[in-house]
């Protein structure tokens, strides 16, 4: 059934609802033609039978035919398998019978008539003429009985086998299949497919009496010419369709193609079959057209036969599925082995005009016969228990009811009754003996006891053998339960359950639908030739009510007051849905309060409500549902932001490693000075700079900034505030204030709102020891001077406020005359306001005081010995900001110091 096509507007909506309500109802009308067709079935079987075996019907006067009518086409009723007393008195096979009893026989509907009153043990007057001759004569004979020669009994057997066995299999099975599943367009192939081989055998109908002799004919005739129609469908449709894309499309046009003659070859065979028993001058010019096209339909007939074992061939060797390849190849085989050998033989027999119980032996054509029984053997072995088609569940339950719940316990009362009466029967026989009676007593009551354990173990090996899904369902729930804690992914979890349920119970379709977002949509589906394009919003009647009750819903479109119709804010788009998903119960997955999806089920197979246990085990399986999502989704997050984090951290070390290279690499040597820097970023990067520049004229420009913020943002700001002051340094050559105010705007306008930049530059001539500085809200540097015992401290504070803040800002320069023993110290707030774990700032004094101590070091072992001072203040605090430090010494000229960082 297609729901693909539902539209959620206006009266599509209402009109995609009743159509599911009315798929949704058992189909009556379906059952009613299938009980109708079922009872002419079996009623033709029965009266076939009746023909067959009179004497099982009590008709103990019944006799043999002595031939039978059979025509070449172009002349009138011919006689075929004579008896032997017809041969002896002339008759032969091929001879035209003109009357019988001095009636004459126009159709075979008169021979038939004489032979329904005829008995055993009449004499019989048939007048013939054979090929060749003008006159007519007449041969008697006494009527024999049915079993009167070998041959004959060899002929009883065989109509056993074609009356009763295979024509029974095929057509219970066929009627079996399409009762459980009427709406299934496969099982009424089937049906048709297998009542093709139940009328293999003669009718004889003619002796049925006027119009059900005539009805009869239809129906064996024309379901024998329609079994290469019935071959050529089903090769392309059981049990799985053919590929109809790519090269295999050319299939379906061919046998739609060849459908067209085979139907019109139908039709013409009907009505030549009905003149035959009518009036058989009435199709003679029929007939002398089938003589004329007898080629054509015999190639139309094996074509028939090639289409259906080919396409069985190719849906092998594209099928991916082991078990649809099991299927088809256990197909494949039973029909070729069953069907075969008596297609070669009637193509023989074709060939050479004869019919193939005279052309060959009784010792050939009885096994053909015969292997037709594994026709209805194979398929009932692939459908029930390879599963081809889904009636595994209502056939336990028939068997179940049958075996467990009745047939076995009537069974065992009948035999308990029987032991019952033998005992009684024996004890008390005046020839028993005491200890014979006491043996018999004794073995009668264990043979009880013995039945009741056997019925029950059948019952048990039957649902175990066959049905273990079913036998097993609420062990596969439970044990599902448990399996779903296991999976942490998404998917495999979906597919778990959703396939479990789907086998376990027989459920047919299962969606699970997500949150994802805002509206509930199908994550996975089972069973539907797409994934519905269905979504529910959060705040809708359908998921609001699963939020509520937090208890499976069920759906019925038939009831009137069901909740899909109760509900105030129920919209026939929202009805029209569950339609599509062709929901009956609809199962929360939820976790405290909140609801991560649900799950919609179709009806079960057999068309039975779920059960109270069915939804003690569905809310149970839901529940951990609900946990293993909320921990997949737990899980994926995790592994999300794991992911990112590792992302993020190749990128920051690939920026750390670029940001490193923006510090000065090399520091020229300077003749009386000895300098270095050292940043250390508190995260992979930072937003501290410094750097040296080599200026004209011998200069040595020196920088140290801190920009606001922390991480990539900040990196970049300090990229572009280098970017900018080595691009205006050479610009502006002495006029440190103007240099300044061009660094500002050139930041100001590359970075963003809120972000700045404290900053000091100063430029240092080597030769007047002259340091020319602006200031740009910067944590003031330090000039450390020795004097005397103690140290003279200078602070560099003129210039302006912080630079990207603001588009124009003011600013001045100072200056400061350096000589022989000062250091220079810059440095960021990161190292001043270094804290210990008692959150404890570690402050100027602190540092002033570690500066002193490192009285004869050089610039380097300063800087180290500095940052270290700071870490043991922190005793292991983290670190809360980037330090940055660079350090300054004026020495003598002749003084060598490595210049580092």
């Given at each position: 059934m297609e729901l693909s096509g539902l539209t959620p507007t206006g009266g599509s909506e209402r009109l995609a609802i009743s159509q599911q309500m009315a798929s949704r109802r058992r189909p009556t009308a379906l059952y009613v033609v299938l009980s109708l067709l079922a009872a002419l079935t079996f009623a033709y079987e029965v009266r076939l039978c009746y023909q067959q075996f009179p004497s099982w019907f009590g008709n103990h006067t019944a006799p043999q035919r002595p031939f039978f009518l059979d025509t070449d086409g172009t002349s009138p009723l011919q006689v075929s398998f004579v008896v032997s007393p017809l041969r002896q008195a002339g008759v032969k096979n091929g001879d035209t019978l003109v009357s019988i009893d001095g009636r004459p026989i126009r159709g075979a509907a008169d021979f038939g008539e004489v032979m329904a009153a005829a008995r055993e043990g009449d004499v019989l007057r048939?007048?013939?003429?054979?090929?060749?001759?003008?006159?007519?004569?007449?041969?008697?004979?006494?009527?024999p009985n049915r079993m009167s020669s070998h041959a004959d009994a060899v002929w009883w057997a065989l109509a056993i086998?074609?009356?009763?066995?295979?024509?029974?299999?095929?057509?219970?099975?066929?009627?079996?299949?399409?009762?459980?599943?009427?709406?299934?367009?496969?099982?009424?192939?089937?049906?048709?497919?297998?009542?093709?081989?139940?009328?293999?055998?003669?009718a004889d109908a003619e002796q049925w009496g006027p119009v059900i002799r005539d009805l009869a004919t239809i129906y064996r005739m024309g379901v024998e010419a329609a079994l290469p129609i019935s071959l050529m469908l089903f090769g392309l449709y059981f049990p799985q369709p053919f590929p109809r894309t790519g090269r295999w499309r050319w299939w379906y046009r061919a046998a739609w193609v060849m459908l067209v003659p085979l139907l019109i070859n139908l039709i013409l065979v009907l009505i030549d079959q009905v003149g035959t028993m009518e009036n058989r001058a009435f199709v003679m010019g029929l007939d002398r057209f089938f003589v004329a096209i007898e080629q054509l339909q015999l190639g139309l007939g094996l074509a028939g036969y090639v289409m259906f074992f080919a396409a069985l061939v190719v849906k092998r060797w594209v099928e991916k599925r082991p078990d649809a390849r099991r299927r088809l190849s256990l197909v494949l085989w039973g029909t070729g082995l069953g069907l075969s050998p008596l297609l070669i033989l009637d193509v023989v027999s074709d060939l050479k005009d004869q019919a193939l119980e005279v052309l060959f032996p009784w010792w050939v054509f009885v096994p053909a016969y015969m292997l037709?029984?594994?026709?209805?053997?194979?398929?009932?072995?692939?459908?029930?228990?390879?599963?081809?088609?889904?009636?595994?569940?209502?056939?336990?339950?028939?068997?179940?009811?049958?075996?467990?719940?009745?047939?076995?316990?009537?069974?065992?009362?009948?035999?308990?009754?029987?032991?019952?009466?033998?005992?009684?029967?024996?004890v008390t026989s005046h020839s028993t003996r005491p200890v014979t009676t006491v043996a018999i007593l004794g073995a009668g009551l264990w043979a009880i006891f013995l039945l009741h354990g056997l019925s029950q173990?059948?019952?048990?090996?039957?649902?175990?053998?066959?049905?273990?899904?079913?036998?097993?369902?609420?062990?596969?729930?439970?044990?599902?339960?448990?399996?779903?804690?296991?999976?942490?992914?998404?998917?495999?979890?979906?597919?778990?359950?959703?396939g479990r349920i789907a086998e376990s119970l027989h459920v047919p379709r299962v969606a699970v639908l997500l949150n994802s977002g805002a509206p509930y949509r199908p994550a996975y589906a089972v069973g539907y030739d797409s994934v519905p394009a269905v979504d529910f919003p959060a705040n809708g009647p359908t998921v609001e009510r699963l939020k509520k009750e937090r208890e499976p819903a069920r759906v019925y479109f038939q009831d009137p007051n069901s909740w899909i119709y109760r509900e105030p804010d129920m919209t026939e788009e929202e009805r029209a849905k569950l339609a599509e998903l062709e929901s009956e119960l609809l199962l929360p997955l939820a976790v405290k309060d909140r609801l991560i999806g649900f799950m919609s089920l179709a009806p079960k197979l057999s068309e039975q409500p779920y059960t109270g246990s069915d939804l003690r085990l569905l809310k149970s399986v839901a529940a951990q549902t609900g946990l293993a999502l909320e921990v997949a989704r737990l899980t994926t997050a995790i592994g999300e932001e794991i992911a990112q984090r590792e992302r993020v951290n190749r990128e920051l070390e690939i920026a750390r490693e670029v940001q490193e290279r923006l510090f000065p690499q090399e520091l020229p040597p300077i003749p009386g000075l000895d300098y270095t820097g050292r940043c250390r970023p508190a995260r992979e990067v930072g937003g501290d700079y410094y750097d040296f520049l080599e200026l004209p004229e011998g200069k040595l420009g020196i920088a140290i900034g801190d920009v606001s913020g922390k991480g990539i943002g900040a990196a970049l700001m300090m990229a572009a505030l280098e970017a900018s002051l080595r691009g205006q340094a050479s610009l502006t050559g002495g006029d440190l204030a103007e240099l300044m105010n061009r660094v500002n705007r050139l930041v100001y306008?590359?970075?963003?709102?809120?972000?700045?930049?404290?900053?000091?530059?100063?430029?240092l001539d080597p030769k007047s020891l002259r340091?020319?500085?602006?200031?740009?809200?910067?944590?003031?540097?330090?000039?450390?001077?020795?004097?005397?015992?103690?140290?003279?401290?200078?602070?560099?504070?003129?210039?302006?406020?912080?630079?990207?803040?603001?588009?124009?800002?003011?600013?001045?320069?100072?200056?400061?005359?350096?000589?022989h023993g000062d250091v220079l110290v810059c440095f960021t707030d990161g190292v001043s306001e270094a804290m210990n774990p008692i959150d404890e700032e570690w402050g100027e004094e602190r540092l002033i005081a570690a500066v002193r101590g490192c009285e004869g070091m050089n610039a380097a072992a300063m800087v180290t010995e500095i940052i270290d001072a700071a870490d043991r203040f922190a005793s292991g605090a983290p670190q809360h900001d980037d330090m940055t430090l660079v350090v300054l010494r004026v020495i003598e000229r002749d003084e060598t110091q490595p210049c580092g960082h």
């Amino acid at each position: 059934m297609e729901l693909s096509g539902l539209t959620p507007t206006g009266g599509s909506e209402r009109l995609a609802i009743s159509q599911q309500m009315a798929s949704r109802r058992r189909p009556t009308a379906l059952y009613v033609v299938l009980s109708l067709l079922a009872a002419l079935t079996f009623a033709y079987e029965v009266r076939l039978c009746y023909q067959q075996f009179p004497s099982w019907f009590g008709n103990h006067t019944a006799p043999q035919r002595p031939f039978f009518l059979d025509t070449d086409g172009t002349s009138p009723l011919q006689v075929s398998f004579v008896v032997s007393p017809l041969r002896q008195a002339g008759v032969k096979n091929g001879d035209t019978l003109v009357s019988i009893d001095g009636r004459p026989i126009r159709g075979a509907a008169d021979f038939g008539e004489v032979m329904a009153a005829a008995r055993e043990g009449d004499v019989l007057r048939a007048t013939v003429r054979s090929k060749g001759e003008a006159t007519d004569r007449t041969a008697s004979i006494k009527l024999p009985n049915r079993m009167s020669s070998h041959a004959d009994a060899v002929w009883w057997a065989l109509a056993i086998l074609n009356v009763i066995i295979v024509p029974m299999l095929c057509l219970s099975l066929g009627f079996w299949v399409a009762f459980v599943r009427p709406r299934d367009p496969l099982a009424w192939m089937l049906l048709g497919f297998l009542t093709n081989f139940a009328v293999f055998f003669n009718a004889d109908a003619e002796q049925w009496g006027p119009v059900i002799r005539d009805l009869a004919t239809i129906y064996r005739m024309g379901v024998e010419a329609a079994l290469p129609i019935s071959l050529m469908l089903f090769g392309l449709y059981f049990p799985q369709p053919f590929p109809r894309t790519g090269r295999w499309r050319w299939w379906y046009r061919a046998a739609w193609v060849m459908l067209v003659p085979l139907l019109i070859n139908l039709i013409l065979v009907l009505i030549d079959q009905v003149g035959t028993m009518e009036n058989r001058a009435f199709v003679m010019g029929l007939d002398r057209f089938f003589v004329a096209i007898e080629q054509l339909q015999l190639g139309l007939g094996l074509a028939g036969y090639v289409m259906f074992f080919a396409a069985l061939v190719v849906k092998r060797w594209v099928e991916k599925r082991p078990d649809a390849r099991r299927r088809l190849s256990l197909v494949l085989w039973g029909t070729g082995l069953g069907l075969s050998p008596l297609l070669i033989l009637d193509v023989v027999s074709d060939l050479k005009d004869q019919a193939l119980e005279v052309l060959f032996p009784w010792w050939v054509f009885v096994p053909a016969y015969m292997l037709l029984v594994l026709i209805p053997v194979t398929f009932a072995y692939v459908i029930v228990v390879q599963r081809a088609m889904d009636v595994r569940l209502v056939l336990r339950q028939g068997l179940r009811y049958a075996l467990a719940r009745r047939g076995v316990l009537v069974l065992q009362i009948l035999l308990s009754a029987t032991l019952f009466i033998l005992v009684a029967v024996l004890v008390t026989s005046h020839s028993t003996r005491p200890v014979t009676t006491v043996a018999i007593l004794g073995a009668g009551l264990w043979a009880i006891f013995l039945l009741h354990g056997l019925s029950q173990r059948l019952g048990t090996w039957v649902d175990r053998r066959f049905f273990r899904e079913s036998y097993d369902a609420e062990q596969i729930l439970s044990e599902l339960g448990e399996q779903v804690r296991t999976i942490v992914e998404t998917q495999p979890l979906l597919e778990t359950v959703a396939g479990r349920i789907a086998e376990s119970l027989h459920v047919p379709r299962v969606a699970v639908l997500l949150n994802s977002g805002a509206p509930y949509r199908p994550a996975y589906a089972v069973g539907y030739d797409s994934v519905p394009a269905v979504d529910f919003p959060a705040n809708g009647p359908t998921v609001e009510r699963l939020k509520k009750e937090r208890e499976p819903a069920r759906v019925y479109f038939q009831d009137p007051n069901s909740w899909i119709y109760r509900e105030p804010d129920m919209t026939e788009e929202e009805r029209a849905k569950l339609a599509e998903l062709e929901s009956e119960l609809l199962l929360p997955l939820a976790v405290k309060d909140r609801l991560i999806g649900f799950m919609s089920l179709a009806p079960k197979l057999s068309e039975q409500p779920y059960t109270g246990s069915d939804l003690r085990l569905l809310k149970s399986v839901a529940a951990q549902t609900g946990l293993a999502l909320e921990v997949a989704r737990l899980t994926t997050a995790i592994g999300e932001e794991i992911a990112q984090r590792e992302r993020v951290n190749r990128e920051l070390e690939i920026a750390r490693e670029v940001q490193e290279r923006l510090f000065p690499q090399e520091l020229p040597p300077i003749p009386g000075l000895d300098y270095t820097g050292r940043c250390r970023p508190a995260r992979e990067v930072g937003g501290d700079y410094y750097d040296f520049l080599e200026l004209p004229e011998g200069k040595l420009g020196i920088a140290i900034g801190d920009v606001s913020g922390k991480g990539i943002g900040a990196a970049l700001m300090m990229a572009a505030l280098e970017a900018s002051l080595r691009g205006q340094a050479s610009l502006t050559g002495g006029d440190l204030a103007e240099l300044m105010n061009r660094v500002n705007r050139l930041v100001y306008e590359a970075s963003s709102v809120n972000r700045y930049a404290t900053f000091f530059y100063a430029q240092l001539d080597p030769k007047s020891l002259r340091l020319t500085y602006v200031n740009a809200g910067h944590n003031p540097p330090m000039i450390l001077r020795p004097q005397g015992a103690g140290w003279e401290i200078a602070r560099l504070e003129t210039g302006g406020p912080v630079v990207g803040l603001l588009r124009n800002a003011p600013y001045q320069q100072g200056s400061f005359t350096l000589r022989h023993g000062d250091v220079l110290v810059c440095f960021t707030d990161g190292v001043s306001e270094a804290m210990n774990p008692i959150d404890e700032e570690w402050g100027e004094e602190r540092l002033i005081a570690a500066v002193r101590g490192c009285e004869g070091m050089n610039a380097a072992a300063m800087v180290t010995e500095i940052i270290d001072a700071a870490d043991r203040f922190a005793s292991g605090a983290p670190q809360h900001d980037d330090m940055t430090l660079v350090v300054l010494r004026v020495i003598e000229r002749d003084e060598t110091q490595p210049c580092g960082h």
